[in-house]
């Protein structure tokens, strides 16, 4: 059977009039990857919101659940982890053992589970996407559109404000480790305050971005890049693009979920809608039957900069003990290069996608807009780092409208692993950014080859922005690299990660 790579599909959304900015082939099919947790979440908020959960509510980790392959918090059978934790797991760290922790413990199955996300699919007028797990892992009935997802992206932000907060959220601090968002937009576009990133061999690199800036608000999705700096690049010309056109008045789109009845779907159209839809009460979710009980166990939480809406006061519900059925690990998906991978055709489909593609428009040299901040070095802890795909960091200058945003290569984002050399760490991410510029200003072409990369690591209750070099071929080149460096006066050392 023949195979495809990876096909390009995008989408930009006016969220306040609801009018379609861009299309390119927004209604074909795609493998949604990990955006597929963004309905993970959205079923976990209607839990919330109806008090069927609570923020520091204990999930049981089943062996099955801590089975699946990276990306992962690492969880151990047995173990608890708090829904708060949990939700910053798959927004940072897009773990997909927390996934399946979800789904055990929420839908009582993966199965019920996944079912429950279709259905909530189609009542927000999700027509064409279909879930088969909580995660977005390899499988063949997975499947969703550009405008579905733009429409999902847009449901979180209209129906859950407060837990929306979430997706902001540059670091999260679990157990002694700290782990970056992937979202790489966070904090280098102006305006952009999430959604969600997704990567399988299948789908390419996927993207889901809300921008508020200026009065306007927009939804855009890019799915099918071959390289998450193209995915990136191509997200921030569609952002340059679009956003000036988007709408800086009152909001009239319909409401995308209506609260009161039967559920109304407003379709992203091409032309503006006449009159707001009114909402009322609030949604109860369909819940899966009754679910055995577990005794709860109390977890420790974290959360990075994210101020929850206000609960009732009520007792918390006890959590679903999932069934420990040992499987072994699915295999991870091969390394991605910058060429494209094959996607896999489905089996009985005559596909009639066609294939687009994304620009990779040329960045300047990285960070030379930053100024130079002195920064005393000090070691940092190691973290772990897994991903399920390697990805080129995104660096350079990217022109957002009139302001131009230096986006450097922070977090640990769906990087590759491999050999890596640090130079110190600092108190702020410039700061890191600037040591970086230095080492490379300092020595000549021996790092010209290698990117530089700052990641966000707690220490002593304290965050801190590593500085490092990454991307070396093997550990010769990354010592070398290292004695080049201390020879300019740095400190540095190798590691693998």
Not at 41 to 63: C, N, Q
Not at 292 to 321: C, F, G
Request: one cysteine or more.
């Amino acid at each position: 059977m023949a195979q495809e790579a990876p096909r390009y599909s995008g989408i930009v959304v006016d969220a306040k009039t609801g009018d379609v900015l861009y299309s390119a082939a927004a209604d074909e099919l795609r493998y949604p990857a990990s955006l597929t947790k963004m309905m993970t979440l959205y079923v976990v908020f209607e839990d919330l919101e109806a008090g069927r959960l609570k923020l520091d509510t204990p999930l049981r980790v089943s062996a099955r659940a801590a089975a699946q392959p990276p990306s992962k918090l690492g969880l151990t059978p047995g173990s608890t982890i708090s829904v708060r934790d949990a939700i910053l797991a798959l927004v940072t760290k897009s773990a997909n053992d927390v996934a399946l922790v979800i789904a055990e413990n929420v839908g009582g199955s993966e199965a019920r589970f996944a079912d429950r996300m279709t259905r909530t699919a189609r009542q927000i007028g999700m027509s064409k996407s279909t879930f088969k797990n909580p995660h977005g892992l390899p499988n063949a009935g997975q499947r969703t559109t550009a405008r579905d997802m733009a429409l999902l992206g847009r449901a979180l932000h209209e129906r859950f404000p407060n837990y929306f907060e979430f997706f902001k959220t540059r670091s999260f601090a679990f157990r002694g480790r700290t782990y970056g968002n992937h979202n790489r937009l966070l904090g280098a576009v102006p305006g952009v305050n999430g959604i969600k990133t997704g990567y399988i061999r299948a789908s390419g690199f996927n993207l889901v971005t809300s921008v508020e800036r200026d009065g306007r608000h927009i939804v855009a999705v890019v799915i099918g890049g071959t390289t998450g700096r193209s995915r990136d690049a191509q997200m921030v010309k569609l952002i340059n693009e679009h956003m000036k056109k988007a709408s800086t008045g009152r909001r009239t789109a319909p409401a995308i979920v209506s609260r009161s009845g039967p559920l109304a779907v407003a379709a992203m159209t091409e032309t503006r809608p006449s009159a707001p839809l009114k909402v009322n009460a609030p949604l109860k979710a369909p819940i899966p039957g009754v679910k055995p009980e577990i005794e709860p166990r109390p977890v420790a939480v974290a959360l990075a900069n994210v101020v929850p809406p206000k609960e009732a006061p009520r007792s918390t519900p006890a959590p679903v003990a999932a069934v420990a059925v040992p499987v072994p690990a699915p295999a991870a998906p091969a390394p991605v290069a910058a060429i494209p991978v094959p996607a896999p055709q489905l089996p009985g489909e005559t596909s009639t996608l066609t294939t687009g593609s994304i620009p990779n428009p040329r960045f300047a040299a990285a960070f030379d807009a930053v100024a130079e901040t002195p920064v005393e070095t000090v070691p940092a802890p190691e973290t772990q780092v897994a991903s399920i795909a390697p990805v080129a960091p995104l660096r350079g200058k990217v022109k957002a409208e009139d302001t131009t945003v230096t986006v450097a290569t922070n977090n640990a984002s769906e990087a590759a692993p491999g050999w890596q050399v640090q130079i110190g760490a600092a108190e702020s991410e410039t700061a890191a950014i600037g040591l970086l510029k230095k080492a490379r200003e300092a020595t000549g072409s021996a790092l010209r080859r290698n990117d530089p990369h700052t990641e966000p690591v707690n220490s002593n209750g304290q965050t801190l922005f590593r500085a490092r070099f990454v991307g070396f071929d093997d550990k010769n080149s990354a010592l070398s690299a290292c004695k080049t460096l201390k020879k300019a006066k740095f400190n540095c050392y190798a590691v693998y990660q």
